[in-house]
């Protein structure tokens, strides 16, 4: 009997196969110690020597931070490369897990050096563990099994509260007993979520056991090679620039990664055009998914101010005492994560009932509706930033207000434009797509990064002007998209039928990487 079929017919977590159980709590654990230590980077890097930090500018660390969390998603692409052709799903999640709670247990070291060393292990180790966790969750079930979207709703429900475990016990840990004491909590939490998947390991039966695409023994020994050369490399790299040998300027690298990943992105997607020997059909649905994706990348380069300016205001800026408790700065970033978990099932059921109403808005529409909400929370921020600019703290419902409207504007466009690509993409090239749809999250991590750079609390007087400018182009990005959504809208209909999305419901972390492509 084929196993598959065996795990398709098991119903033992919550109605779904008991390898969802694996993944779900391993993914909980993962994302508990990537969200928590990420929420300290910006705040650790500009603390001063005497609280514990190393003293950077803000234009450095926010540039450093667009670096790291691009990279995590730029990483995902060679990560699913080498589960499908080296390693297979299981094994690049379990070593994926190790190397990230190395790179946690090194950023618990107090150490200058041993932060950048740590930050590199996670991102390495997301990488690879990231894409082919979501992925294994697909293949549990049989292309019919009606089972799967809501096994994808609560797979990112356990994503969520590990985001707000994170936020919650590293937020705390940094304020009452100091930085690396969360960065150590973020690797007890994924030494937790190994420990589980190694225990409930046998549940996904051969589900990512072996890798789909193998490479043949002497194809498998030339990448290994050329994998470590480039390991080797990083390394060598790396030793030069923390001893000073290499002159680095943040700011200058996030610029030029940027350029770069736009690049690759527009090459990318016109040698599909040129060269992909697509119909008119398929030419004119990839016309209205670039669409989608011009709006997915401001839409992030906004959004991720979360982690960095939105981070530091709240630090420096807000007024957080409440009676004689003061809330942790981090715990403003858990709002986003419990505003997706109240929110999304409202806005399933509205895409539910504006389609059986006849009602069914384009993906460039729900894009540019999207982006322009978000945008609009700039406005929230330019007063906010005119108080604080006056010499006083503001209140903390200023930032309550941003995120729940960037909330908002996330479920509108993060799961529209992930349909988008399952529906619009060409059925062979649906792989090389996502990959090329991840780089919209990499850009715009790294845009976010360097735009935070002129947001410094320090200089409140020009936070207003900066929040203004970035609604204003928010507004005009969206304003553009939703016109030009009203001609390509007859574009999304050539889709075929077979080309649904396969999961409308779930709920989707605007934070996360997508599956591997």
């Known amino acids: ?46 603390a001063s020597l005497q609280e ?27 990560g699913g490369w080498i589960a499908d052709r080296l390693l297979g799903g299981q094994r690049a999640t379990w ?70 475990i994170g936020y919650i016990v590293t937020g705390y840990l940094m304020e009452n007993a100091g930085y690396h004491w969360g960065f150590g909590a973020a690797a007890v939490g994924m030494a937790f979520g190994l420990i589980q998947y190694k225990l409930t390991k046998p549940k996904l039966g051969d589900v990512g056991a072996k890798p789909p695409k193998p490479l043949g023994p002497k194809a498998a020994k030339r990448s290994w090679g050329v994998i470590w050369l480039l390991l080797a490399g990083l390394a060598v790299y790396t030793y030069l620039a923390l001893n000073n040998y290499v002159t680095l300027d943040p700011t200058l690298i996030a610029g030029n990664v940027a350029v770069i990943f736009t690049v690759i992105f527009f ?11 697509l119909t008119k059909d398929e030419m004119k649905r990839l016309g209205a998914l670039f669409l989608v994706c011009i709006a997915s990348t401001m839409f992030w380069a906004g959004f991720e101010q979360a982690g960095s300016s939105f981070n530091l205001f709240a630090r420096d800026l807000t007024d957080r005492m409440v009676g004689d408790f003061e809330i942790p700065t981090t715990w403003f970033q858990s709002l986003n994560s419990i505003f997706l978990v109240a929110l999304s099932p409202f806005f399933a059921a509205l895409w539910i009932n504006l389609s059986k109403r006849m009602i069914n808005p384009s993906y460039g529409f729900k894009s540019a509706i999207g982006l322009i909400i978000m945008a609009t929370g700039f406005i929230v921020m330019f007063f906010a930033s005119q ?42 090239m649906a792989g090389q797509l996502m ?39 928010g507004v005009s990005v969206g304003a553009v998209v939703f016109v030009l959504a009203l001609f390509t809208r007859k ?17 989707i ?3 996360e990487p997508v599956g591997k492509p």
């Open 491 to 507: 574009w999304e209909k050539l889709a075929p039928d077979d080309g649904e999305d396969e999961h409308p419901g779930a709920i």
């Open 387 to 428: 108080a604080a600019a006056s010499g006083l703290k503001v209140a903390p419902y200023w930032l309550v207000a941003v995120y729940f409207i960037h909330t908002v504007g996330e479920l509108c466009l993060s799961p529209v434009a992930l349909s988008a690509v399952s529906k619009l993409s060409p059925k062979r």
């Open 435 to 473: 990959g090329v749809f991840v780089l919209t999250y990499a850009m715009g991590n790294v845009i976010a990064g360097l735009l935070a750079g002129g947001l410094d609390p320090e200089n409140p007087q020009a936070m207003p002007e900066l929040y203004w400018t970035i609604f204003v182009f």
């Open 52 to 78: 514990g930090g190393i003293a950077l500018t803000v234009a450095s660390a926010t540039a450093i931070y667009g670096l790291y969390t691009g990279a995590v998603y730029f990483m995902g692409l060679p």
């Open 1 to 46: 009997m084929d196993p598959t079929k065996i795990v398709d017919k098991d119903s033992s977590f919550f109605g779904q196969p008991g390898g969802l159980q694996t993944l779900f709590f391993t993914e909980m654990w993962e994302r508990m110690s990537y969200y928590g230590m990420r929420a300290l980077l910006v705040l650790f890097m500009t």
């Open 267 to 277: 090459v990318y997607y016109l040698s599909i055009f040129l060269f992909g020997k």
């Open 95 to 164: 070593y994926g897990g190790i190397i990230i709670m190395l790179g946690h247990i090194v950023l618990a070291i107090p150490s200058e050096a041993g932060f950048f060393v740590g930050m590199i292990l996670v991102v390495l180790g997301t990488g690879l563990l990231k894409p082919n966790i979501t992925a294994m969750v697909g293949q549990l079930y049989s292309s019919n099994d009606d089972r799967r979207d809501g096994g994808y709703t609560l797979y990112y429900m356990g994503i969520n509260i590990g985001s707000i």
């Open 509 to 511: 972390d605007a934070n």
